[in-house]
């Protein structure tokens, strides 16, 4: 039986069995260390022998995917011999304020003129039991739950490949393959590591979980102790259409109450709600579902982010047609709705969730 991964337990549980042992200050800067993937991370002797049964083990590489716009994909292996997918995507700086990022420059006391950033999209799942029928991800069903630490190295292991970029990872989305609030306490676990500040030391501001809208899960988020955004993928204004596109198993609740559930979790935690919107091809990309759109978020400090969609091989979508996904923002603008279209990063790539690993699959390597 492999010893326990470090980066499973709960950073408050390993600083309170640590510092039985030895001198806080030595935990706490020897947590920061492993969480920066140092392979000696233990100041002193005793501390070493404490964490002797904590494994320090990170996923290895199978393949990657480097895009032309500085995207890379990487897939990476289990300790099972499963893989997952994950994104680093330069250039993104989340939802961090200005004045949290002026506060964090001046926290590093150099006065040096601060790295550019990254955002890290992490997966949460093996496989996915969402169905959303224009997604790679959920083709397979689902394997199994990633535990925190799985979902937490995938970060970590961005972090340093962007470093080795010089860049500053200063936001993780959780937009990789699973639904992540069907793993909905291993996934507020793997935040709260990533943001604790003996441990990730990331800032709450750059977190941000995607979900199909699982209200139990949203709970979940909403009490743990360090809350992230919420992207909600909703997908259509109306039930019926909405029902054709995101099949949850085993429950899709009705859209209207997944906005007033999206709307409580925001009173409750001060977090935003970003809605996603992948747009599809003559399925929920019409003028009036524009206006339904609009009206179904009325009164809600909503954003909404409308999202190219990316072909995936043996699947019947579509993109939107440019001109038309301009029209639809257009009428949301018109509607009072704050909205974007996300640009779309790493297209020459295998662009879309679950591409590569369900490439890899069909193509062992030799
Ligand atoms: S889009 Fe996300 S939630 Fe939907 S099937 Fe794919 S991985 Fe699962």
Redo the contacts with the bound molecule.
Sequence with gaps: MPDPSLFEARVEDLLEELSAKAPPENVQKSLRAAYLLHPEPWHGRALRDAAAGRSLSVPSEISRVDAPDGTTKLLVSLADGRAVECVLIPGVRGTESRLAMSARNREDGTGRKRRPTAAACV?S?VG?????S?????LGGLTRNLDAGEITLQALLLRREAAARGLRLSTVVF??????LHNAANVARAVRNLTHRHAGALPPSGITV???GILPGMDVLAGSKSPPHLAI?LHAPDDATRASI?R?APKLWPVAETIDAAQAYRERTGRHVTVSY?LLDGVNDSQEMAVELARVLRGRAFHVNLIPHNAVDGLPFRATPPERASRFWKILREHGVVVHIRKQRGADGEAA??QLRRRTAESPPP
Excluded: R
């Excluded at 996915?128 to 959303?132: D, E, K, P, Q, S």
């Excluded at 224009?134 to 959920?138: I, K, L, P």
């Excluded at 937009?175 to 992540?180: K, L, N, S």
């Design positions: 997966s799942q996915c039991a969402a169905g959303c224009f997604c790679a991800s959920g937009m990789g393959m699973g639904e992540p995607s979900t199909v993928s995101v949850t992948v969730c679950g």
